[in-house]
């Protein structure tokens, strides 16, 4: 196949969209692109995370990269070439700093060989690697071609016979007083060495160093520069073939291999973000993903951004299963609060999420649904400037979304409809369900309305669990079962004081 992008597989796919979704901050993917990208600004992959893709096949093609990257020694060749392209980016940008012209163009050199060196260790690693992708295996195939190709043969010949020529030139120095003469080297014996020499069987242990040290930072002094200008006159040719190179490759670079090296950090970004969590035994998986069967499962999955969080503080993640058959479709959880229904419902927007990036997903094993579009109801506070209350600005919402979903979108609420009285509560959120009942949704409900669990055949109940011996201590497991509210109550009761046992102590009293 023609290598047209290491990230997109159709032309014309490659579109990037430089807002995040409405639905980040509540499935928090805007805490966990924010880590994935932390110190990459340069390659500004966040567009490439805020755009899903929406073809089952282009998914597959960055699963095959990226499961192919989890090879470490193809991983360290790619992040050597990743590495060499920036440091040749490093020698541009201080050559653009540079004031004078034959400093600038000695930096510009120096890159250009840089990247002709990148190119070429780049298709050697490619060459050893045992590809099996069908980007990496399109993207040697345009390298192999582009080395072979009389321009980069000629830029690379031109490359190192500039640099050899530039070696040649040596040079002497006559300083007295305020004047400076500048002539060929031709020769002369260096007297330094012959001093050192002599003296040496003098030495005695450590001694004062009396050497003058010369400053390190890039840019010439007006001195220097002028020596330069009388170098360059000493050797014309020499210097006349480095200004006529600079002007002639100004656009060496090639376009392709420019945007590979920037697509290629977004698999680099996400394996060193996971691997952190890798590294404490977390799965990752690469799920199956389908555009009809709404048959979906995830085993020991979780929340990214929490688990990233937990990891680092040394504090230990909870997994949880989900599984849909037949008609289910919807999840409805119930349970103590604080118990990882939030939790839950945010992993799941964010394995789905990241499935159609195809990224590889939290959990040992997992089949999705490709959604067209996915939207979020989270409990919002009142905004004092569209002039609604909390009740009617939660029906607006729902309304919004209820009104754009399709059969193939996935609907996440948590908590909704707090704000008025639980008859009402119960009565607006049965007519939401219906409606996503109507339209076969997917969908993840997070409620303390335990009525919600058994309104259709299409819904599962799940339940966040507590110790039986001690209900207010939850464990953050959230399984199938039906809401009865025992949990939920036995919690209330436990924070209150309104046990059994309390109740007979008081009663004692």
């Known amino acids: 196949m023609t290598f047209l992008s290491i990230l997109f597989k159709n032309p014309g796919d490659e579109k990037e969209t430089v807002t995040a979704p409405g639905f980040f901050g509540d499935l928090n993917l805007d805490q966990i692109i924010d880590a994935i990208t932390a110190g990459k600004d340069e390659y500004n992959l966040k567009p490439f995370f805020y755009t899903p893709l929406n073809d089952i096949d282009a998914i597959g093609y960055r699963q095959e990269i990226m499961q192919e990257l989890e090879d470490q020694t193809l991983f360290k060749r790619i992040k050597s070439f990743a590495q060499k392209m920036r440091t040749m980016r490093e020698h541009l940008t201080q050559a653009d700093k540079l004031y004078y012209k034959y400093q600038k163009e000695r930096w510009f ?4 060989e840089i990247y002709c060196d990148a190119v070429n260790c780049l298709v050697h690693d490619l060459n ?27 830029l690379l010949a031109e490359t190192k016979k500039l640099q050899a020529e530039l070696a040649t030139v040596k040079y002497c120095l006559l300083i007295k ?23 040496a069987r003098f030495r005695q242990g450590a001694v004062k160093d009396y050497r003058v040290e010369f400053s390190t930072w890039p840019d010439m002094n007006h001195v220097e520069a002028q020596i330069l200008d009388l170098v360059a006159r000493l050797y014309p040719d020499i210097f006349l073939h480095l200004d006529n190179y600079c002007t002639e490759n100004s656009n060496y670079l090639d376009e392709t291999i420019a945007v590979f090296d920037r697509e290629i950090q977004f698999y680099i970004a996400y394996l060193e973000y996971i691997a952190i969590l890798k590294q404490e035994g977390l799965k990752f998986c690469y799920p199956q993903i389908s555009n009809t069967c709404k048959e979906i499962y995830n085993y020991e999955g ?37 118990g990882g229904k939030t939790t839950f419902a945010r992993a799941f927007g964010q394995l789905h999420y990241l499935a159609s990036l195809g990224c590889s997903v939290p959990g040992r094993e997992a089949r999705l649904f490709l959604f067209d579009r996915l939207f979020t109801h989270f409990e919002k506070e ?43 509560a119960v009565y607006l959120s049965r007519k939401v369900m219906e409606k996503i009942i109507k339209m076969d949704i997917l969908c993840v409900c997070v409620t303390f309305m335990d009525e919600l669990a058994s309104l259709s055949e299409k819904i599962v109940s799940m339940a966040g669990m507590v110790l039986p011996e001690n209900p207010a201590v939850r464990t953050y497991k959230i399984v199938r079962r039906p809401a009865d509210g025992l949990a939920y109550a036995l919690a209330i009761a436990q924070k209150y004081r309104l046990t059994y046992d309390w109740l007979m102590e008081r009663i004692k009293l």
Request: hydrophobic content about 40%.
């Open 382 to 424: 009142e905004d004092i400037k569209n002039l609604r209350g909390k009740l009617q600005d939660d029906l607006v919402r729902i309304h919004d979304i209820l009104n754009q979903a399709t059969a193939n979108s996935i609907i996440i609420m948590n908590e909704i409809f707090t704000s008025t009285t639980l008859q009402d």
């Open 128 to 154: 050893l690697a045992g590809l099996k992708s069908r980007g990496f295996l399109a993207l040697r195939e345009y390298l192999t071609k582009y080395i072979q190709s009389g321009h980069f043969n000629s």
């Open 177 to 199: 007083g305020n004047r400076v003469s500048v002539r060929k080297y031709e020769g002369e014996i260096d007297y330094s060495k012959e001093v050192e020499k002599t003296f």
């Open 109 to 112: 050199l120096d890159a250009v």
């Open 302 to 338: 979780f929340d990214l951004a929490l688990a990233y969080k937990l990891a680092r503080e040394g504090a230990t993640v909870v997994c949880n299963d989900f599984y849909l058959r037949g008609k289910e479709r919807i999840f409805v959880v119930t349970g103590p609060n604080q």
